[in-house]
């Protein structure tokens, strides 16, 4: 049987330094905030929030909600941004997205303060991914592929590792996360030929392909760490599953991150973190 990787143990380690930070800012009279924006209501961003939210009651930072309607205007979206951005009260910014396709996300996306883009959504954040820089913050899915492994002493050095999917919230930063660690990074998608015989050779596998159960015990084998990033419903099985086939693959490897309970335990104990990160900058740039 394969080791499995919970991502509790992960988020609790994440959490607790949070705490001490936010504690620590707020002897300076500083108060991390996050502003969360959303428009509409739809259910899986009301869940998100609420998930967020519980965390950043957790660990002793504020949290700012503006929900606007589903109807709102680019100007009105835009001019509320803008007020987030301006004011020295917010420290971190997330926008729930996909928004309504009648708004250009793009100008939003690129219009969020990249001191305050805890989300990792912007260019600069992504420029800092490539650069190893304080620019921003890393997305925070790829991030939490990374403290997985931290966690359980999982060495990157010298390892070959495929990552499967190249989308710029988890595939393309988690590679470059991966190259930091001094990892050989491949990156599969779907233009890829035979990606089974690219994540067989690989020490490390980073799953996120966006597709449920898409990677059976035909693409690994015995002695891999394997990431799994996806999450999705499966109506047949009447239970939660990411993108690798769990039951097949984790006979077969070594260790395997369980889905729930893997990467999506820890994504949003790194988001809160980085608001506390942000507050922390914002006071070393006085």
Do not use: W
């Not at 428009?39 to 519980?54: L, T």
């Amino acid at each position: 049987m394969a080791r499995i990787l919970s991502g509790k143990e992960v988020a609790a380690g994440i959490n607790d330094r949070t705490a001490e930070k936010a504690e620590e800012l707020k002897k300076q009279g500083i108060c991390p905030t996050l502003a969360i924006l959303r428009v509409g209501e739809r259910a899986d961003d009301i869940s998100y929030e609420k998930g967020a939210v519980k965390r950043c009651d957790s660990v002793g930072v504020a949290v700012k909600k503006t929900v606007l309607p589903e109807t709102v205007t680019q100007e009105a979206l835009m001019e509320e941004l803008d007020k987030l951005n301006r004011d020295d009260q917010i420290h971190g910014i997330l926008v729930f997205r996909p928004l309504p396709k009648h708004l250009d996300e793009e100008a939003v996306r690129q219009a969020v303060n990249p001191a305050k883009d805890v989300d990792g959504i912007t260019d600069a954040s992504l420029a800092g991914v490539f650069t190893n820089t304080e620019l921003g913050f890393c997305p925070c899915t790829a991030q939490a592929a990374m403290e997985i492994l931290d966690y359980y002493d999982i060495d990157c050095a010298g390892k070959r590792a495929a990552v499967v999917g190249r989308s710029l919230v988890v595939g393309r930063p988690a590679a470059m996360l991966l190259l930091h660690k001094n990892a050989t990074p491949t990156v599969c998608h779907t233009g890829t030929a035979d990606t089974a015989s690219v994540t067989r050779e690989a020490d490390i596998v980073i799953v996120c392909t966006g597709r449920m159960e898409s990677m059976d015990a035909s693409f690994f084998r015995p002695g891999q760490t394997v990431i799994d990033v996806g999450i999705g419903y499966n109506e047949e099985k009447k239970k939660l599953c990411g993108d690798v086939d769990f039951d097949s693959a984790e006979p077969v490897v070594e260790a395997i991150t369980p889905v729930p309970g893997g990467v999506g335990a820890v994504t949003t104990s790194v988001l809160v973190s980085h608001v506390a990160e942000a507050a922390a900058r914002q006071q070393d740039r006085g």
